[in-house]
């Protein structure tokens, strides 16, 4: 067990020093520092003075470890619009995000799965062609249309809810239906499948013809063998709660860090873009190393294994 | 349940599924617009007409001169549709197809090699799986800033290790079999034995893949083109459509429904011939 964990903590860890090398080349490739500071039309000894200034006459794999001394001792850099630290500002959103990620989240795991497993369970009856229907439709309606949509009937015609914007605990309804109804459709139709495959199983006609009672069946065998391939997704849900509202925020105006991602976009503030691409791997490669203690709780051949 | 439900050992399949015919018919008519659109749009794209501005489309005030109605400039709405939904769907063909050649040719490349060059590919494939491709995207852009034949090589990277995963393992499987080791032995180079022989025996489930693909490849983009960092003006596409009209949302809606509306039975229809192709010829896809 021990030596499981830490070769999950290993590849974590590797995954995060990835993604830090992947933005320091693509930070190098996009051009000189200098040249996008400074004019093109610069002295040179302005340029040569800026470029000593921030260690960039230094050799690459000097500044490859100085980016990542500084990353470990939490220095994210500046925002380019306002000079303040990047980390700081990404901080700030947080709260905002979480107001709508978390409630998003029980919608999908309070809506998805219990309506996956009834459409597997009533295979081919009214409930599980609505679910299915409902499924598909939540995979192929993209977020910003649903969004608009709903602001224009509740919002516009109706005029029962806000539109966008932060002033009522009311604003946060519209985003929140909108990012848990995607993610419910998208976890109804797994859970199905993982619970159609599990019901087709030997062990299930086994527990049948030994007289074991149906609600038991589906309670003892069929729902623990499920629950694997279910919790993946739901892992991969919980990781991304980041970064899962980057469209919708921007559909709602709601200050998270969604959006923040999108001006930072667009204005090419990089330092705040970085800060932001770390927090999002960091928070999906610790939801993974989540997931993947849970299956050594779920799943007791794994723990043996390992 | 009290009931005993026995669970169906097989699924029930109609013959000739009317959904799928539905979703081919609509596919269909698209690409037809994707083609002729030029000749097809009753206006340009850019083309003014300030004395219409904001107009309703037919059976909601409008005239026949706008069927679908303009937008804020007096631009018409049907005309940037056609050109919108042949832009949104080259792109998606071209990032798919850069996707497949992408992911087909390391995940070939992996199951030939082996060693260490298969450890670094598959090492590329979590890294790239663990990361939401938004995200990645968005950070290209930022870092790159945008243009054209940018934005399609960065969708075109979008799938690429699900394509790599599908390739290597069938590969690997093929490579078992008597067929590639007797051509191999009859002195046929590594090139000739998967393009030639390996190819053609797994290319119904790449191609499956691919469709499977399509679609999400679709909406990305008009996300990102939703966002403003996608598709920038003065050309057009589905998402960028919805992203300008959005500030008509009160007043004009037709500016985004329309190319909404083409979004949502685009991407359903492509999933629903996906999901029949699937089921048709390898159902033991995920």
């Known amino acids: 067990m021990i030596r499981f964990l830490a070769l999950r903590l290993g590849r974590a860890l590797l995954t995060i020093a990835l993604v830090v090398t992947f933005a320091f080349v693509v930070l190098r490739l996009s051009g000189d520092p200098a040249m996008l500071i400074l004019n093109v039309d610069a002295p040179a000894e302005a340029i040569a003075a800026f470029r000593h200034a921030w260690g960039l006459d230094r050799p690459l794999w000097v500044q490859y470890f100085a980016y990542f001394g500084n990353i470990l001792h939490g220095d994210l850099g500046q925002s380019m619009r306002d000079g303040r630290p990047a980390a700081a500002l990404v901080m700030e959103r947080i709260p905002a995000t979480l107001a709508i990620a978390l409630p998003a989240l029980l919608i999908k795991v309070g809506l998805g799965i219990p309506a996956g497993v009834q459409a597997a369970l009533r295979r081919g009856s009214l409930t599980d062609r609505l679910v299915m229907a409902a499924a598909v439709a939540g995979f192929t309606v993209p977020s910003f249309v649903l969004g608009l949509v709903l602001v224009l009937v509740f919002a516009v015609k109706l005029g029962w809810l806000p539109s966008g914007g932060q002033d009522s605990p009311l604003s946060a309804v519209l985003p929140v239906v909108t990012l848990g109804f995607g993610g419910a459709a998208v976890l109804a139709r797994f859970t199905r499948s993982a619970m159609l495959e599990v019901l087709g199983q030997p062990y299930i006609r086994t527990a049948m013809a030994k007289g074991v009672p149906w609600r038991?069946?589906?309670?003892?065998?069929?729902?623990?063998?499920?629950?694997?391939?279910?919790?993946?997704?739901?892992?991969?849900?919980?990781?991304?709660?980041?970064?899962?509202?980057?469209?919708?925020?921007?559909?709602?105006?709601?200050?998270?860090?969604?959006?923040?991602?999108?001006?930072?976009?667009?204005?090419?503030?990089?330092?705040?873009?970085?800060?932001?691409?770390?927090?999002?791997?960091?928070?999906?490669?610790?939801?993974n190393l989540l997931v993947d203690l849970l299956y050594g709780v779920l799943d007791p051949r794994l723990r043996a294994a390992r | 349940m009290s009931s005993t439900v026995l669970p169906l050992p097989t699924e029930r399949r109609a013959p000739v599924p009317a959904l799928a015919a539905m979703a081919l018919l609509w596919i269909a008519a698209v690409l037809c617009v994707a083609v002729f659109a030029d000749q097809l749009r009753p206006y340009g794209i850019t083309q003014f007409d300030l004395r219409n501005r904001l107009a309703p489309p037919l059976g909601f005030g409008g005239t026949a001169a706008h069927p679908l109605g303009t937008d804020e400039l007096g631009r018409d709405v049907l005309s940037r549709l056609l050109v919108s939904v042949r832009i949104s769907l080259l792109i998606a063909f071209g990032a798919t197809a850069i996707a497949a050649l992408l992911g087909t040719t390391l995940g070939f490349l992996a199951a030939h090699r082996r060693g260490w060059t298969e450890a670094a590919i598959l090492m590329l494939i979590d890294a790239q799986a663990a990361l939401p491709f938004l995200i990645l995207a968005l950070a290209v852009l930022a870092f790159f800033g945008n243009s054209l034949p940018l934005f399609v090589c960065l969708m075109g990277l979008y799938g690429w290790e699900r394509h790599a995963r599908i390739a290597r393992g069938l590969a690997v499987q093929a490579d078992a079999q008597g067929y590639a080791g007797a051509v191999r032995q009859l002195g046929a180079g590594p090139l000739r034995v998967y393009m030639r022989h390996v190819l053609p025996n797994i290319a119904s489930t790449l191609i499956v893949s691919a469709t499977l693909s399509f679609p999400e490849v679709i909406l990305l983009e008009s996300g990102l083109s939703f966002l403003g960092l996608g598709i920038q003006p003065p050309m057009t596409s589905l998402g960028n459509m919805i992203g300008y009209g959005r500030e008509y949302l009160t007043r004009a809606p037709w500016i985004l429904l329309a190319p909404g509306a083409v979004v949502v039975l685009t991407t359903f229809s492509v999933s629903v011939l996906g999901d029949w192709l699937r089921d048709r010829l390898d159902p033991t896809l995920g």
Do not use: K
């Open chain 1, 216 to 287: 038991l069946v589906v309670r003892g065998h069929a729902l623990p063998n499920a629950a694997i391939p279910t919790v993946t997704i739901v892992g991969f849900m919980v990781g991304s709660l980041m970064a899962g509202a980057v469209v919708v925020e921007s559909v709602f105006s709601w200050p998270g860090v969604g959006r923040l991602l999108v001006t930072a976009v667009s204005n090419r503030d990089l330092a705040v873009v970085q800060c932001i691409l770390l927090l999002v791997a960091s928070t999906m490669v610790l939801s």
